[in-house]
Each structure stands twice: as C-alpha cells, then as structure tokens.
C-alpha cells in the first residue's frame, strides 16, 4: 500500500472504499496503466520489507535495521519502573560501538579513490586519457566531500543490512539580481556531482534473492522519499502539463501535501482515490521514483501524480543516468541504476540474498549477553556495597525491602542478618570479561605490532599481520567493489555532464565548442601539483603526425616556464583534451581491495620500511641507485609538500635539462615517450607537463 487505507482481515480493501473522495486527478490511457503497474510493485516490494527472514533471525528488513541501529546506538529507551527498582541499573555498555567505530577508523585509513584504465576502439591502452580521467573523477569526488561521505558508507555498512549510495549529476540555478533585473543562472558552487547516502527503507526491491548486492540485474526499483511541501514545489512546479477539457494544466496542482492516491482492485471504471499517506506527514509530500531499466523508463511520482510527459509515456521518460557503450560498431546510450549497494558481510553463502550481515547484527547476541551480565554485575555490587538486611522470625519481607540501604522497623524476637553475594559477584564479572572478548572476536582488528618493537620478532609481526589481513578481508573486497561501481558512476558524468562546452554560434555548419578549461589541484610524491585541463573541439576531424604531435607538446612544454630551469621544476601539467575522442574510449575502473587492508593495517608503510633497508643493505646497495633510492623512500616520503629542496644540488655535472633532454636542450631535442593507441604522443618524465591530442 501506498498510503493509508482500510483493509478486511484478509488484507484486502474493505466497502470502505466507497465513502473515499474520488480524486480530481484522473490519468488516462497508458499513463493510467502505469499507474496501476507502480502501485502493485510498490505494494510487492512494501509486504518484502515487512516480511519475516530466517536470514534476519526471524524478523523482517525494517526490524532487523532497527535492532541493529539500536545496538549500536547502545539505545536505552524509557520505560516505567517502580520506586522501589529505580535504584538497579538501567544503561548499556558502549562495548559494541566501540568495536563498530574502531573497525570503522581502520577502514577510513585504507580509503582510495578510484583507478582507471582507458581503452580505444582497437582495444588499446590510452594511458593519458586515463590519466586525465583519473585526475577529474578525484576532482569530482573530492567536491562531493567524498571522505566524509566514505565515513558514512562504512558506518551504514557496519550498522545496516545494506548501504545504498547513489550518484548523481546535478544543475542547482539560482536567481540573482542583476541592474534590478532578475536573472536566473548556474550556480557551479552547489552543482556537480552529489553522493547521497541512502537510509534502508528508501529503496524498495521487488525481489530480495537477486543476488547479493546486485542492483543492476534488477528489473524494477523504487526510491520512496518525504521531502517539504515547499522543496516539492520548487523541484516540481511548472514542469509537467496535462489537459483538462480544452486547458492546459499544471500536474503539480493536483498534489496535496499529506495525501496520495490510490486504485481500487475490483473498482470497474478504474478510479483513483485521494487517502492519507501517513499521520505523521502530513505536511511533507511524498515522492517515488520508480526505475524499470529494461524499459529505459524512470518515472517520478510526487503525492500521487505522475510527474511525466503524458503525450507518449514510454517512449518519452528515459533514464536520466546513461552509459556510453559500443554496440557492434555503433555507440549507444543505454539507461543505469544510479544505486549502488554493499554491506559488512554475506548473508547467504550462494550469494543468492540481496541483504548483508552488519557488523551490529554480528555483535547481537554478544551485546545483549555482555549487557545482562553487565546488569547483573552493577546491580551484585550495588547490594555487596550496601547491604540489604534479611530478617527471619515473625515479621513477613517483600522485594521492596531488598534495597540498598533498607531500614524498618521489627517485631520483638526477630532475628538479623546482612545479605551477602559470596563468590557469585566474581563469576558474573568473568562472564563480562568473557562476553567482552566474544565481542571483540566479532568485529576487533588488534593493533599490528611493528618490527622495532621491543621483544618483537619479524615473524611475530608478520602473523599478527596475516591474521588481521584474514579478519579484515572480506570487507575489504566488499568495500572495494563498492568504490569500483562508484567511479563507474561517476565516469558516466564525466562524460554525460562535466565535460561538455557550450556551441560557439559564430561558426555556422560547424560543430564547434567553445573551450573549457578546468584547473585541478593535487598531489603527487609529495608535490602540489595544478592540473590545467582543456577540452577544446580544434583538434576535432584532425590527423597528426608523430612530427606534428611532437611539436604541440614542445610548445606546450615551453609555456611552462621562461627558463629551462623553471620548467623542469614546474609544478603545472597541461592537457589539450579532444571531447568528442575522449568521450569514445572504453573505460574500466579498478579498486585493488589489498591496497584497503594493507592501508588499513600500516602495513604499507612497513612494505615501504623492509623495501629501503634491502636497497640499502650493502649486499645490494652495490647493484642500485642510491641516490634515487633515497629520493623516492625518503625525500619524497618526508619532504612536505616542497621536497625538491632537499634533494642535492648537482655541482660540477652538466645541466639537469640537457642531462634529461639530451646535450642541446631545445625544439630538436626528443623526449621519452609513450607510444599511444590512436597516434597520441605524451612526455613520460615527471616533472614535464603534458598534454593528450585525442
């Protein structure tokens, strides 16, 4: 059900429905066909939410994310207690979250952005385009807060059955006031890529054994949402149009805040109704967008009302996220879920349940074992500490005199004692300090002890590494698919959205764009480094020579600085970027989940460590390059964001530049070069910039 609505005992609506006010918004044709479809995948996907899983123990998606939310929430609630029990203890430990977020802090140390690898038609590498792809999916994430928004997946994958995260491209326009008129434009601050981290009961499945973590095998998805009256206006209003008589109407004036609609099975003339949504919104409005792929059909629906173009319904509401794919030898657009999900670990051992095991639902039991134990513990010492008396002989004691601290008044010939515990306080604190270790068992990483470590050995080291690699694994290549499928989203708006110039109008028969220029900041081996990347149409419909090619990375070369000093240590890179070339090539993304755990456990940097003292080992040394050994390990390791100023000046050698670019240093000079798929040329020395004729 959509909204609320009197139903039989069976479940099925009940007379009541006659007495319902018939809506004023009344679709036709196909768009009422629709309708119905949407209202019986959301009533499908609704009983599966609230449906009882063995997988769950028992209880369904909604209550497992609630018992597990309340886990790690350490969640106490409010009840009543009576006067003479107030003084037991009422709390919950923090054992559990603290493993939650300690496992969370080792996953935010092996953070990673995306890796990407670019291929051509004739299924060859093209590593500058890549490279430029690298550099602006890093641009894009970081603008979307990506390391914030990676905390909050982790902390959902930990917490929930799943994380949902979708990616989106967004244009926010906003009114200014220009010489008093009112002028509407791109607001680029608040546009660009958004990284929206789903709660639970947002996305709504028609099937939960599709797979573990599978959206896109999917055939339908729904996205349910409660936004502001106001929000619902400003997104919606003046859009979309039908026409009542001979008028022309706006969809959005049929939507009431609190309300939506629904059909009635059985009803013959097929009517909508207008009913409550819920109670408690009934001034917010709800919106759901419902997703079919495999129709290439994304409909929005806000309060009851089908936000489309109702001249031709399903051929006219595509998908608004698209993937350039080639199709024999034609590129085609085809329609992407802008979801991805992951989660902790796997439920089902097939793979076969969409939901995962979190990392509260693993510590359930252990929670609430070390938290009875922990009542019973508190509670021991409280009355071992203060001691109730026990009286025998005449007078008759009720579990209100068990108290600390109890005094009242006896009868002549009653006999006194003190209450006491005995050994059975210190068998309930072992059983907490065992319940503490079960729960670390579940979800604690132990710190790696590092190899200078007094009375550590380097194989100590190494299995205690082994181990946690073991324990931390399984997330890690979870995690790692997660921020492959991310970039795969994020590749598709960069090629969709982010790169595309405006069409100069002064060239007439012409397809030409106006240029666009993005600088980007970054570092590399310790250096601040500004990328200047240009996507320009001049070199579009052009074949170059290798001569030619050559030459337009010379000049390039040489506008980066007026010295050859100044250009061999410039910190600027420059790319001439063909849009349309860039847009063809076939893109895969990559995330090495080994990268996440060693990151996670230090153990890269104790690759980094064993990796020097063998170069430097004086069996070796002979055979290798010390100085550049030092360079990489340790100047640009330690050397701030400025390490060439530690490195040794060359005295007495000749030039740095001539020593690179041969004896003359000039036009005639031929630097190092990546042969590249399609004819492109681009420098490999480091601190050269570069550009891609594509």
Same mark, same amino acid.
């Given at each position: 059900m959509i909204g609320q609505i009197i139903t039989k005992q069976d479940g099925s609506p009940s007379d009541a429905y006659t007495k319902l006010s018939k809506s004023s918004y009344q679709p036709k044709g196909d768009v009422k066909k629709l309708w119905a479809q949407i209202q019986k995948d959301y009533q499908i996907a609704y009983l599966l939410q609230h449906r009882p899983y063995k997988e769950f123990d028992g209880v369904s998606l909604l209550e497992r994310a609630k018992l597990d939310q309340e886990t790690f929430a350490a969640y106490v609630g409010a009840e009543y207690v009576p006067e003479h029990k107030r003084w037991r203890w009422k709390g919950r430990k923090n054992t559990s979250r603290n493993k939650l977020i300690g496992l969370c802090a080792r996953m935010l140390a092996g953070m990673l952005y995306p890796t990407v690898y670019a291929n051509n038609q004739d299924k060859k590498e093209?590593?500058?385009?890549?490279?430029?792809?690298?550099?602006?999916?890093?641009?894009?994430l970081k603008k979307a807060n990506y390391e914030t928004k990676f905390l909050f997946m982790i902390m959902s994958a930990?917490?929930? $059955?799943?994380?949902?995260?979708?990616?989106?491209?967004?244009?926010?326009?906003?009114?200014?006031?220009?010489n008093g008129k009112i002028e509407e434009i791109l607001n680029e601050a608040l546009s660009g890529l958004v990284l929206n981290i789903l709660p639970i009961d947002e996305i709504m499945l028609p099937d939960f054994y599709s797979g573990t973590g599978n959206l896109q095998r999917l055939n339908c998805i729904l996205r349910v949402r409660r936004i502001p009256w106001d929000e619902a206006r400003a997104k919606w209003s003046g859009k979309y149009f039908t026409m009542e008589g001979d008028v022309k109407k706006d969809l959005f004036d049929y939507v009431q805040a609190g309300m939506t609609r629904i059909f009635i099975t059985g009803n013959e003339n097929q009517e909508l109704f207008d009913i409550e949504w819920t109670e408690a919104d009934k001034t917010y409005v709800q919106e759901i967008t419902a997703y079919y792929p495999y129709e290439d059909l994304e409909v929005p629906i806000v309060g009851g009302v089908l936000m489309v173009n109702e001249e031709d319904v399903y051929n006219t509401n595509s998908f608004t996220h698209r993937r350039y794919s080639l199709i024999g030898?034609?590129?085609?657009?085809? $329609?992407?879920?802008?979801?991805?999900?992951?989660?902790?670990?796997p439920l089902d051992p097939t793979g076969r349940f969409f939901y995962y095991k979190s990392g509260a639902f693993k510590e359930f039991w252990d929670d609430r074992s070390i938290n009875t134990m922990y009542r019973l513990a508190h509670d021991g010492t409280y009355l071992d500490v203060i001691k109730p008396t026990i009286l025998t002989g005449v007078a008759k004691v009720d579990s209100t005199v068990m108290v600390?601290?109890?005094?009242?008044?006896?009868?002549?010939?009653?006999?006194?004692?003190?209450?006491?515990?005995?050994?059975?306080l210190n068998a309930v604190w072992q059983a907490v300090g065992q319940y503490d270790k079960d729960l670390s068992d579940s979800t604690t990483v132990n710190p790696v002890p590092q190899p200078n470590q007094p009375n550590i050995s380097a194989t100590q080291t190494n299995?205690?590494?082994?181990?946690?690699?073991?324990?931390?694994?399984?997330?890690?290549?979870?995690?790692?698919?997660?921020?492959?499928?991310?970039?795969?989203?994020?590749?598709?708006?960069?090629?969709?959205?982010?790169?595309?110039?405006?069409?100069?109008?002064?060239?007439?028969?012409?397809?030409?764009?106006?240029?666009?220029?993005?600088?980007?900041?970054?570092?590399?081996?310790?250096?601040?480094?500004?990328?200047?990347?240009?996507?320009?149409?001049k070199h579009m419909g052009k074949k170059y020579t290798d001569k030619q090619i050559e030459d337009l990375e010379w000049k390039l070369y040489n506008d980066s600085g007026k010295t050859p000093k100044e250009r061999l240590h410039s910190t600027s890179r420059t790319y001439e970027v063909n849009p349309y070339e860039y847009a063809k090539l076939t893109?895969?993304?990559?995330?090495?989940?080994?990268?996440?755990?060693?990151?996670?456990?230090?153990?890269?940097?104790?690759?980094?460590?064993?990796?020097?003292?063998?170069?430097?080992?004086?069996?070796?040394? $002979?055979?290798?390059d010390q100085e550049a050994v030092v360079d990489d390990f340790v100047i640009e390791e330690f050397g701030g964001d400025n390490p060439d100023k530690y490195k040794k000046k060359q005295t007495g050698q000749p030039d740095m530049l001539s020593a690179i670019?041969?004896?003359?240093?000039?036009?005639?000079?031929? $630097?190092?070069q990546f042969k590249l798929g399609g004819g492109n040329v681009v420098?490999?020395?480091?601190?050269?910039?570069?550009?891609?004729?594509?």
């Amino acid at each position: 059900m959509i909204g609320q609505i009197i139903t039989k005992q069976d479940g099925s609506p009940s007379d009541a429905y006659t007495k319902l006010s018939k809506s004023s918004y009344q679709p036709k044709g196909d768009v009422k066909k629709l309708w119905a479809q949407i209202q019986k995948d959301y009533q499908i996907a609704y009983l599966l939410q609230h449906r009882p899983y063995k997988e769950f123990d028992g209880v369904s998606l909604l209550e497992r994310a609630k018992l597990d939310q309340e886990t790690f929430a350490a969640y106490v609630g409010a009840e009543y207690v009576p006067e003479h029990k107030r003084w037991r203890w009422k709390g919950r430990k923090n054992t559990s979250r603290n493993k939650l977020i300690g496992l969370c802090a080792r996953m935010l140390a092996g953070m990673l952005y995306p890796t990407v690898y670019a291929n051509n038609q004739d299924k060859k590498e093209d590593k500058m385009a890549a490279r430029v792809m690298r550099i602006r999916i890093e641009s894009h994430l970081k603008k979307a807060n990506y390391e914030t928004k990676f905390l909050f997946m982790i902390m959902s994958a930990l917490v929930n $059955p799943a994380v949902f995260v979708q990616v989106e491209w967004v244009e926010m326009m906003q009114k200014i006031k220009n010489n008093g008129k009112i002028e509407e434009i791109l607001n680029e601050a608040l546009s660009g890529l958004v990284l929206n981290i789903l709660p639970i009961d947002e996305i709504m499945l028609p099937d939960f054994y599709s797979g573990t973590g599978n959206l896109q095998r999917l055939n339908c998805i729904l996205r349910v949402r409660r936004i502001p009256w106001d929000e619902a206006r400003a997104k919606w209003s003046g859009k979309y149009f039908t026409m009542e008589g001979d008028v022309k109407k706006d969809l959005f004036d049929y939507v009431q805040a609190g309300m939506t609609r629904i059909f009635i099975t059985g009803n013959e003339n097929q009517e909508l109704f207008d009913i409550e949504w819920t109670e408690a919104d009934k001034t917010y409005v709800q919106e759901i967008t419902a997703y079919y792929p495999y129709e290439d059909l994304e409909v929005p629906i806000v309060g009851g009302v089908l936000m489309v173009n109702e001249e031709d319904v399903y051929n006219t509401n595509s998908f608004t996220h698209r993937r350039y794919s080639l199709i024999g030898d034609e590129w085609k657009s085809i $329609p992407v879920l802008p979801f991805v999900a992951s989660g902790f670990e796997p439920l089902d051992p097939t793979g076969r349940f969409f939901y995962y095991k979190s990392g509260a639902f693993k510590e359930f039991w252990d929670d609430r074992s070390i938290n009875t134990m922990y009542r019973l513990a508190h509670d021991g010492t409280y009355l071992d500490v203060i001691k109730p008396t026990i009286l025998t002989g005449v007078a008759k004691v009720d579990s209100t005199v068990m108290v600390p601290g109890g005094t009242f008044g006896l009868p002549a010939g009653a006999g006194v004692s003190q209450y006491s515990l005995g050994p059975n306080l210190n068998a309930v604190w072992q059983a907490v300090g065992q319940y503490d270790k079960d729960l670390s068992d579940s979800t604690t990483v132990n710190p790696v002890p590092q190899p200078n470590q007094p009375n550590i050995s380097a194989t100590q080291t190494n299995v205690a590494t082994m181990q946690a690699k073991l324990f931390i694994s399984i997330f890690a290549l979870l995690v790692a698919d997660l921020i492959k499928r991310i970039g795969e989203l994020v590749v598709d708006c960069e090629i969709n959205y982010a790169m595309n110039g405006e069409i100069d109008a002064n060239i007439p028969g012409h397809l030409n764009l106006k240029t666009r220029t993005h600088l980007i900041k970054s570092k590399e081996k310790g250096k601040n480094m500004t990328h200047k990347i240009v996507f320009t149409s001049k070199h579009m419909g052009k074949k170059y020579t290798d001569k030619q090619i050559e030459d337009l990375e010379w000049k390039l070369y040489n506008d980066s600085g007026k010295t050859p000093k100044e250009r061999l240590h410039s910190t600027s890179r420059t790319y001439e970027v063909n849009p349309y070339e860039y847009a063809k090539l076939t893109y895969e993304v990559n995330v090495d989940a080994d990268q996440i755990i060693d990151k996670s456990m230090g153990a890269d940097q104790q690759r980094k460590v064993l990796a020097f003292n063998m170069m430097t080992d004086p069996r070796v040394a $002979p055979f290798t390059d010390q100085e550049a050994v030092v360079d990489d390990f340790v100047i640009e390791e330690f050397g701030g964001d400025n390490p060439d100023k530690y490195k040794k000046k060359q005295t007495g050698q000749p030039d740095m530049l001539s020593a690179i670019m041969g004896q003359n240093g000039g036009q005639n000079a031929q $630097p190092n070069q990546f042969k590249l798929g399609g004819g492109n040329v681009v420098p490999s020395q480091n601190n050269q910039p570069a550009m891609a004729t594509l």
